[in-house]
């Protein structure tokens, strides 16, 4: 079982930057693909990035446009979600996930989904 409880959220002009954190927690395996997704008012439920504990390689998608970037300590205690230039079409709550199996990161954004889930942060960009 993997409890994770994201942080940093919170309100910011278009052009800002935020830092969202994640922890992870729990008995055994905390996952070895960690990913980030958001839900915007009235949209379903989208892949923003992941990342494979064992090495960097990350995937985002494509409406990060090198805006984001996500990075992990090496204790697999924190992922971050490093965001830069917000736009208001950013504006959602953002959740942390984990998976214990190892698929490549493209099924993950493909998928949509993982298997463990925080409760998210709420991210409000201002125009």
């Known amino acids: 079982q993997v409890q994770l409880r994201e942080s940093g959220g919170g309100l910011v002009q278009a052009g800002g930057s935020l830092r969202l954190s994640c922890a992870t927690s729990?008995?055994?395996?905390?996952?070895?693909?960690m990913g980030w997704f958001r839900q915007s008012p009235g949209k379903e439920r989208e892949f923003v990035g992941a990342?494979?504990?064992?090495?960097?390689?990350?995937h985002y998608a494509d409406f990060v446009e090198g805006r984001f970037t996500i990075f992990r300590d090496n204790t697999k205690k924190f992922v971050y979600l490093q965001m830069n230039n917000l736009k208001p079409e950013d504006t959602a709550v953002y959740y942390c996930?984990?998976?214990?199996?190892?698929?490549?990161?493209?099924?993950?954004?493909?998928?949509?989904?993982?298997?463990?889930w925080g409760e998210g942060t709420l991210v409000t960009v201002s125009s």
């Open positions: 729990g008995r055994g395996s905390r996952g070895n693909v």
């Open positions: 990342i494979n504990w064992a090495d960097p390689r990350t």
């Open positions: 996930a984990a998976d214990t199996r190892l698929f490549s990161l493209t099924y993950y954004a493909a998928e949509g989904s993982m298997e463990y």
